[in-house]
């Protein structure tokens, strides 16, 4: 990749071109008197300044310069890096010289703005610029890495995110392998019943998604399907996954059958623990695969749902099968899951009557467990207290830690919408039932969400506001006609206390992020603060992570209603597909590189590398940079004891002439 | 030691004061660009700090610091990303394991460990750098220049090096 190191030594024709950035330097540092000090450098062909070095005259100048006076190093001394480093790069390349001849000085963010004094800050000046002449001669020409983009993209998860990002690559002409962890598809979406605003059914909208999805022939779906491992670097990724066995396939045409022949129970998560499925199950009528999956970790092997069907459709002795998957891009769309609470956190747990809310929103669903009937635990329900914030917007000390001691600080966002609405259908099935909204702050912040403040407000929920630092509090009441009191400060009616008798009480629980870790592990995902993944900027870049070729779609990103999910997988879906329909990738050159003659075998550096990017050659016995996944972080020329390995533009020499040229006692004014 | 006794020649002009002449490695990713914040605020601090760049803190080791010394710097300063923080993950995991050890060296050689300071700067502290750069300037002021090879020779290390390169 690299051409053979040609340090230019004597051979140099350095250029030095200094900014007067319009008065942001010029007014501090005297840069015609640093422009003559460096020209008296050898080496230094050229040394001058101009007004604006990034503008169109100010390039042109340099090109100029460096075909009049066949310059063969260019070193700009202006602003910091960060912003013109890249023109000024293309610049030379425009010219015909390696662009990676260059050095850029900082003399505006790191001189001019921060230094007082104008002797000094001229003085400073001509030190770093000087720096810069001692380092470039070192510089060799060195060429961006490219690599080939493979056209094929995976997207980890199958809810709504997996879906719409899968559909909306596949429509732009990408192939996708959508993988989803589970037999089923439709991940979090398939629980619920009544979407916000418009109380459209989830699963009907996710059917049509579904469909899509699976009858569009580039796009091939993985159930039952877990990444065990995944290495490559953007471009060229391999991901080895593990197919677990269905255990049933489309043969199989009494599925009611096998089922009901089964013996063994186990929860059901569907139904978030409401009810009981069997070892052979699915979730709901109409979902995709349709047909059943076994639950091995429930399953005894016994063969009565295989004897109850002659056979036919049930296979239980097939091994888990592992494929390859290459593709260019990586799309993770792993979503959430709602808050558990704790066992005792308000009652949970304790009380049979205290619920969560996304126990709630499967009583309500007329294809749930009660059949739409408001019923907790199989008894009608007259009174109900939503106490809102259960597991978000916590306080250490206040509220009771997770497994872990950590509290969940963060805002939920879309339990306050959720829990209204939910609050409203059964105010409308069940009108005279006396419902309480125990509330930190109300926040239905989105379109058409205030309105189901109102409406609660107009049907007759009573508003109660509780101060964070004075939780409320759930417990038996034996004395009153309800079997619960909720006992909370209002801060509404100035801080009156009162105990409020409720059958049943609903937690308006948050949401976690979904556990891959080892996911998180394999990408080496950045994770904040809240465990959710985290984007490089939430401005700029919302859905790429800081792995190149990795882009995140939902709510593993952050909590989020399905609409905010929808459009994140739709923006990551482009942003990948515009990554393939680049073709290649270019990358940065400052990689490391094993001196052969030096390198002991030691595998020093082999253990230091955060990208397990260097193997040793056990032919040779030295070692080998993997140069499409190193990344130029030099941790390894660092640790080497043989010196044998260097970082391409950050090599001893070219580090150590700046410092000697910083320090050199003509460098000073 | 003195500090208006000039026998080192890289530390200052002819006929001038003494100034303490730092160099400062920072990584590209979080601590430049916190020093460049320093100056988007146009915060003030004193010039004696010369800034190296490398991608990571996780490329400077022992041996660059101690050649920087050397070569005639009264102090060092080493800044790199927050744990955590790291652009490449875990370079500055390397960065921490090894800069107790130039302490060390240091103080082995008879060096004030002082004069070098390893500290984490994030992309957002520029008012941290600012400080910072304060104070290890007046600390390495309060200490004096260097004077790395008269330094040595009394330590008896370098025998038979030859130190006129350094103006002996």
């Known amino acids: ?669 | 030691m003195a500090d208006n006794v000039v026998t080192h020649p890289t530390s200052t002009a002819p006929g001038s004061q003494w100034q303490p002449r730092i160099i400062g490695f920072l990584c590209y990713w979080c601590s430049y660009t916190g020093a460049d914040a320093a100056g988007t605020a146009r915060m003030k601090y004193p010039p004696n700090v010369d800034i190296v760049r490398v991608m990571c803190s996780g490329r400077i080791d022992p041996e660059l610091i101690m050649s920087a010394f050397s070569r005639g710097a009264d102090g060092v300063l080493v800044c790199g990303c927050h744990i955590g923080d790291c652009h490449y993950i875990s370079g500055n995991h390397k960065t921490m394991a090894r800069m107790p050890l130039v302490k060390r060296i240091l103080t082995d050689l008879g060096i004030e460990p002082q004069r070098f300071r390893h500290e984490w700067v994030s992309a957002a502290e520029g008012e941290k750098f600012s400080k910072l750069v304060a104070e290890i300037t007046e600390q390495v002021r309060k200490l004096g220049p260097l004077n790395w090879p008269k330094l040595m020779r009394e330590r008896g290390v370098g025998h038979g090096m030859d130190l006129k390169a350094w103006g002996e």
């Open chain 1, 1 to 669: 990749m690299a051409s053979q190191p040609n340090d230019a030594g004597d051979q140099a024709r350095i250029g030095v071109f200094i900014c007067h950035c319009g008065g942001n330097v010029s007014d501090v540092v005297d840069v015609e008197r640093v422009a003559a000090e460096v020209g008296k450098k050898p080496n230094v062909v050229h040394s001058g300044t101009h007004m604006f070095m990034c503008s169109d005259p100010g390039q042109a100048l340099i090109e100029e310069k460096i075909k009049e006076l066949n310059l063969n190093r260019v070193i700009v001394a202006a602003c910091s890096p960060t912003l013109h480093q890249l023109t000024f790069r293309r610049t030379l390349e425009r010219a015909g010289l390696n662009q990676f001849l260059f050095e850029h000085v900082n003399i505006r963010e790191q001189v001019s703005w921060v230094v007082e004094d104008r002797e000094e800050a001229t003085r400073k000046a001509t030190r770093l610029v000087n720096a810069a002449v001692g380092r470039i001669r070192h510089l060799v020409p060195l060429d961006k890495r490219r690599i080939k983009i493979h056209p094929a993209s995976l997207v980890i998860g199958g809810g709504v995110a997996g879906l719409v990002a899968a559909r909306d690559l596949a429509r732009r002409g990408m192939r996708v392998n959508l993988v989803e962890k589970t037999p089923f598809l439709g991940g979090r979406m398939a629980q619920l019943d009544q979407l916000f605003p418009s109380n459209e059914h989830a699963r009907e909208l996710l059917g049509k998604l579904i469909q899509e999805v699976i009858h569009q022939p580039l796009i091939t779906v993985h159930t039952n399907a877990q990444v065990v491992e995944s290495e490559g670097i953007v471009g060229d990724f391999r991901t080895r996954l593990r197919i677990i066995p269905r255990g049933v396939n489309h043969h199989l045409t009494y599925a009611g059958n096998a089922i009901a022949a089964c013996p063994e129970e186990t929860i059901s998560e569907f139904n978030f623990g409401l009810t009981r499925r069997k070892a052979i199950y699915m979730p709901y009528p109409g979902c995709y695969p349709q047909m059943p999956a076994i639950d091995w970790r429930s399953c005894t092997k016994c063969g009565k749902c295989a004897a109850a069907v002659s056979g036919k459709g049930i296979s239980l002795d097939e091994e888990p099968k592992e494929i390859e998957i290459k593709s260019g891009v990586i799309v993770l769309a792993t979503g959430y899951d709602p808050y558990e609470p704790l066992y005792g956190e308000y009652g949970y747990g304790i009380f049979p009557e205290v619920i969560s809310l996304q126990q709630l929103v499967r009583i309500l669903d007329e294809e749930g467990p009660t059949g739409g009937r408001l019923l907790v635990n199989n008894k009608p329900v007259r009174s109900m207290a939503f106490i809102h914030c259960a597991g978000a917007r916590q306080y250490e000390g206040i509220n009771m830690p997770q497994p872990d001691g950590t509290v969940n600080d963060y805002c939920a966002r879309t339990c306050c919408t959720a829990a209204l609405h939910n609050i409203n259908i059964i105010k409308e099935r069940y009108p005279d039932t006396r419902i309480f909204s125990v509330y930190q702050d109300i926040r239905t912040y989105g379109r058409g969400h205030e309105e189901y403040y109102e409406k609660a407000s107009e049907n007759g929920v009573t508003f109660l506001r509780f101060d964070p630092f004075d939780l409320p509090t759930v417990r038996h009441d034996t004395k009153e006609e309800a079997p619960l009191l909720v006992r909370t400060r209002d801060l509404l009616t100035d801080n009156l206390e009162m105990e409020i008798p409720v059958d049943v009480v609903v937690l308006a629980t948050g949401v976690i992020p979904h556990d891959i870790s080892e996911l998180v592990d394999m990408f080496k995902c950045a994770v904040g603060y809240d465990n959710f993944l985290l984007e490089v900027h939430p401005k700029l870049r919302p859905v790429e992570l800081a792995v190149s070729g990795v882009f995140l779609a939902g709510s593993c990103q952050g909590p989020m209603d399905i609409t905010e999910a929808a459009s994140a997988a739709a923006a990551a879906a482009s942003k990948a597909a515009a990554l393939i329909a680049q073709g290649q990738v270019e990358m940065d050159p400052f990689i490391a590189m094993v001196d052969e003659n030096k390198c002991t075998g030691c595998q020093t550096c082999l253990t230091v590398c955060p990208y397990s990017a260097i193997t040793k050659d056990e032919r040779k016995g030295v070692a080998v940079v993997n140069e499409a996944l190193c990344t130029g972080c030099g941790t390894c020329a660092a640790a080497c004891p043989s010196n044998a390995i260097h970082q391409f533009g950050f090599t001893d020499d070219q580090i150590l002439s700046e410092v000697e040229m910083l320090l050199s006692d003509s460098a000073v004014g």
